[in-house]
């Protein structure tokens, strides 16, 4: 049985590249309030989005001052690179965390990708090979740290020797989420590791074959794939009609350039029951974390029509 059952859940994935915390902590409490069910930060030190001098908080701290200034959502940061932290220091604050939220913590991590602050702060930025090393040693040292009393591993990149982490976590197990698609060594990793696999929605075609790629990965570590929650981060411009729709559409590309790659994880642009029918593709595939990628500026008509129309909808579809 995967982590929270069947359940199916919303969620806002928000990119910190605000000027001012409260602009961060209004998307989380209206989400709250919207009755999302989870909310999530991204772990850049410089922006994905605006230039090399573009805003852009930690995501750690953030994350930290987000969970407690919420109440019920579940607090998660997608994905942490290990290249970042020591794994062993990032899951002592992920622990700290889980106690700051109540128990509410779902950590996420992952290989890591391009980064500005690699150049910037001179954060050395290892092969993809050794980052996935990196990513398979942190996994196993979270783990280690959050259960037992006393931890001792040995990798070829890591190593604890009678560490020691207390308080552990209030949850009994924190649910790990793995970020990423690459079906040779990143699928393995979920497959072996992960409570939740997220992912970019893509299309339902190339959603369906990642997924039956991890399917031979479990069926080779022999574990059941349906003991893994699977999550897709989508991006939508939502308006009550086509007409406005439309008009919404255009305004986004007249803001980005033809060739964005952004625009690939547009799942829809459209009205609600449009986003209904396209999200519920990507249910009959066995996705059950809907998570809507949410940066600034924030489209809260987007935002409040996902959550009184589409919401409902698709968790109570058969």
Known sequence: MPVHGDTVRFGVHSGQQNRTFGESLELWQRAEELGYAW???????????????????????????????????????????PTWRHPAVAAAMAATIDHISGGRLEFGLGAGGDDLAYAQYG???????????LLEEACGVARALWTREVSDFAG?????????????????????????????????????????????????????????????????TGRP????????????????????????KEEL?????????????????????????????FRALGVTDFILGVRPPIDWLTVELMARHVMPAVVTAK
């Not at 954060?123 to 090393?133: E, L, S």
């Not at 003991?227 to 308006?239: G, Y």
């Not at 803001?255 to 609600?272: I, K, N």
Request: overall charge positive.
């Open 39 to 81: 909310a999530s930060v991204f772990d850049h030190f410089r922006p994905p989005l605006g230039g090399p001098g573009g805003p852009c908080f930690d995501g750690m701290t953030l994350l930290a001052a987000l969970a407690a200034r919420t109440s019920r959502i579940r607090c998660a940061l997608m994905v942490s690179a």
């Open 156 to 220: 070829r990149h890591v190593r604890l020797e009678g560490a020691h982490l207390e308080p552990k976590p209030l949850q009994s197990r924190i649910p790990l989420v793995i970020g990423g698609d690459g079906e040779r060594r990143l699928l393995r990793i979920v497959a072996e590791h992960a409570d939740i696999w997220n992912t970019l929605a893509g299309t339902p075609e190339s959603y369906r074959r990642k997924r039956d790629a991890l399917a031979r990965h479990c069926a080779e």
């Open 253 to 281: 590309l007249r803001r980005l350039p033809a060739d964005s790659p952004l625009l690939d994880e547009y799942v829809t642009f459209g009205t609600p029951e449009q986003c209904v029918a396209d999200l519920l593709r």
């Open 225 to 248: 794939p349906e003991e893994i929650r699977r999550s897709v981060t989508f991006r939508a411009v939502l308006a009550e009609n086509e007409r406005d729709a439309a008009a919404r």
């Open 123 to 133: 954060i050395p930025f290892p092969p993809a090979g050794t980052r996935m090393d």
